[in-house]
């Protein structure tokens, strides 16, 4: 059974950066493709990158050329890098690891607790 722990969420003013840390613990790390979600007040739970597991990345529009995912598969950690962060990125930040090396979405998906981002000034 594997589990997703998040951290490095917090409080930041808009143009400030933080980065995202998802540790993975319990099952093989490297084999699978991650991803990172992201879910505000009053809306939909949305893709924000993933990564599969030969480190091919993708992105939402949104967040394109401000946010970077990477893993580290020593660590077993997968990362979200975030720059230039908005108010409309504010939202709960949670880590998927999918059930295969691809971005392929399955209810054997497993899920972190979130993190919490607030862009404020």
């Known amino acids: 059974q594997v589990q997703l722990v998040e951290s490095g969420g917090g409080l930041v003013q808009p143009g400030g950066s933080l980065r995202l840390s998802c540790a993975a613990s319990g099952s093989i790390f490297n084999i699978y493709a991650m991803g990172w979600y992201r879910q505000a007040p009053g809306k939909q739970r949305e893709l924000v990158a993933s990564?599969?597991?030969?480190?091919?990345?993708n992105y939402a529009d949104s967040v394109k050329g401000r946010f970077t995912i990477s893993r580290d598969n020593v660590k077993n950690t997968v990362y979200l890098q975030m720059n230039n962060l908005k108010p409309e990125d504010t939202a709960v930040y949670y880590c998927?690891?999918?059930?295969?090396?691809?971005?392929?979405?399955?209810?054997?998906?497993?899920w972190g607790q979130g993190t919490q981002v607030t862009v404020s000034s």
């Open positions: 998927r690891r999918y059930s295969s090396g691809i971005v392929y979405p399955s209810v054997h998906d497993s």
């Open positions: 990564i599969n597991r030969d480190s091919g990345t």
